[in-house]
């Protein structure tokens, strides 16, 4: 193998590297159920702080949510804390609690925590032990007092519609009017604020999205996974791990923003994100959550006026069509990085293999087939140029060991070497450097795409989306990579072809804990690569010089 060849897959190895790296018991909403309950005990884990900073004005430094010139807060109408409110359809079962207008659970029905058709479903809101809920609100200036652990009056709890309202001491009615449209794992929230007639104000209203969604985890043999930070900001999709994510501030057209790990998206759009801003707020300690405060332009609240806010929310599956359904340009969070176009093209291929086969570790090897013999022209001509530089060996020796002292006419010989025989030593790179952005497109379709997430394959693979339990496929892959690496044409030195051979060592190690659907495409990979060199041997034959220059210079 030459020292192209060598920079070549070391390269891969490199980017490979670095690419992947108890509450009282609900009330169940139904159409003919609108009579408010009261006097039910309180939730547990509600009396929370504020968060502990809040937006300024662009550019500023976080501050507290201020808090207006009003009465005391003891001459305010007091409301209970009441059983959460419940609403279910076939993909989403939410429950709305009056402490703080806020959403309580948002559970994914056809998304199971752990695989296995019994697992329970998975929980976009986990409580314990921050006990955080995404949706709290603050006014940020004069106005109404309001923060993440106030309670609320239910006024109505229609499937379609839960209002929630309260008034504070100087007379502010603020209203949290929740509208699921759950089929696309949406619901829009409207704060509408009512200044009464002898108070007045300014100030921003303040959205907070907490993050529960799964850590980032790292490691030298696993693909990078886990939560990152999310903003699409003027069209352009920011993304960056939650540790460095922190202090991060988007000053405006912020259209979208919250947490994402690889499979789940929890955002919250604005309803006029020209002058909203986004800012992600360190946790206040271990056990407490990251936030993403969204927070709205400069508003003036007079005498007798409704001031009125909307947002939407996304809690579900980074799913391409399904994102697309749900709107405000949510599907940009499906992000591939470099190789976008192509890693979405794959996973189409992939969906219409499974749709026809039923099965998703069948969908990877057919458009792994699809790929190679695609890219059969380039991996000829690779080989061909291969070919010719293993020829080229004895005499590229013979230069070595002649002009071992004298570098420069080392450089000079091989160059004139290379010229005799009309052979291009980067010839044999440069077809696998084109095919590398299509490999790790579908490298990267296969790690993100929530249809892998549990899927079976068959026999001992029960979930696509984890590591081979028994480690058969990685052990497999390395051996038949051994195997391929013996078969390819090497111009380089006995020294230099035995270092190689630890590189099917490492790449076994890496794969041990990758997903097992990742696995597979490899391993489908290299088997068909060791037909596709056995094809070639036969063709070509064996080593030989080329072309009638040789032939003039022998």
């Not at 696309?184 to 104000?201: D, M, S, W």
């Not at 696998?432 to 249809?451: S, V």
């Not at 290299?526 to 056995?534: H, P, R, S, V």
Request: glycine share 6%; with cysteine.
């Amino acid at each position: 193998m030459d020292k192209d060849m060598i920079i070549g897959i070391s390269l891969i190895a490199l980017i490979l590297l670095i690419w992947f790296m108890p509450s009282e018991k609900p009330e169940t909403v139904t159409p003919a159920d609108t009579a408010e309950s009261t006097g039910a005990p309180p939730l547990t884990g509600e009396t929370t702080p504020t968060p502990t900073a809040m937006v300024g004005t662009a550019g500023d430094e976080p501050t507290a949510p201020a808090t207006p010139d009003a009465a005391p807060v003891a001459s305010a109408p007091s409301y209970p804390p009441q059983p959460p409110v419940t609403v279910k359809s076939d993909t989403v079962e939410v429950q709305f609690t009056n402490v703080g207008a806020r959403i309580a659970s948002w559970k994914l029905m056809q998304y199971n925590a752990e695989a296995g058709p019994d697992g329970e479903p998975v929980e976009m809101i986990a409580t314990a032990p921050m006990g955080k809920l995404p949706l709290a609100t603050y006014w940020v200036g004069a106005g109404p007092q309001l923060s993440e652990n106030l309670n609320y009056r239910i006024v109505s709890r229609d499937p379609n519609r839960v209002v929630f309202e309260r008034e504070d001491a100087a007379g502010f009615i603020v209203r949290k009017i929740y509208t699921p449209d759950l089929a696309n794992y949406t619901v829009k929230l409207t704060v509408e604020i009512e200044t009464p007639a002898g108070q007045a104000g300014q100030g921003r209203l303040s959205v907070v999205n907490y993050h529960e969604l799964e850590k980032t985890e790292k490691g030298m043999f696993k693909p990078p996974k886990g939560a990152h930070h999310l903003a699409y900001v003027a069209g352009s999709l920011e993304s960056q791990f939650l540790e460095k994510a922190i202090g991060e501030t988007y000053a405006a057209n912020v259209l979208w923003a919250g947490f994402s790990d690889v499979y789940f998206l929890s955002v919250v759009a604005p309803g006029t994100p020209d002058n909203t801003q986004d800012q992600v707020v360190a946790p206040a300690g271990e056990n407490s959550p990251m936030s993403s405060v969204l927070t709205t332009g400069d508003t003036p609240l007079t005498p007798g006026s409704k001031a009125s806010f909307d947002f939407a929310t996304y809690m579900g599956p980074k799913k391409e069509e399904t994102l697309i359904a749900a709107g405000h340009n949510f599907d940009a969070a499906l992000d591939f990085g470099w190789f976008t176009v192509i890693s979405k093209l794959l996973v189409r291929v992939l969906a219409f293999f499974h749709q026809v086969f039923g099965n998703w570790g069948v969908a990877i090897i057919l458009t792994t087939l699809i790929i190679k013999t695609l890219l059969l022209p380039l991996t000829q001509k690779s080989y061909k140029s291969m070919q010719e530089m293993s020829a080229l060996q004895p005499k590229m020796k013979e230069i070595r060991e002649k002009y071992a002292d004298d570098r420069e006419k080392m450089n000079q010989e091989t160059m004139a070497l290379y010229k005799a025989h009309g052979v291009n030593p980067a010839a044999g790179c440069v077809p696998m450097l084109l095919q590398l952005p299509i490999f790790l497109a579908f490298y990267r379709a296969l790690y993100g795409t929530i249809e892998l997430r549990h899927a079976p394959f068959g026999l001992w693979i029960h979930d696509l989306s984890a590591p081979d339990p028994l480690y058969i496929t990685p052990i497999i892959m390395g051996v038949t990579m051994l195997v391929n690496q013996l078969m390819t044409p090497s111009a380089a030195d006995p020294t230099q072809q035995k270092i190689m051979l630890i590189m099917p060592v490492m790449f076994t190690f890496f794969f041990l804990n990758f997903p097992s659907g990742l696995v597979i495409y490899w391993l489908v990979n290299n088997i068909l690569t060791i037909i596709q060199q056995y094809y070639l041997r036969k063709k070509h034959g064996g080593p030989t010089l080329p072309g009638k220059k040789a032939e003039a210079a022998a």
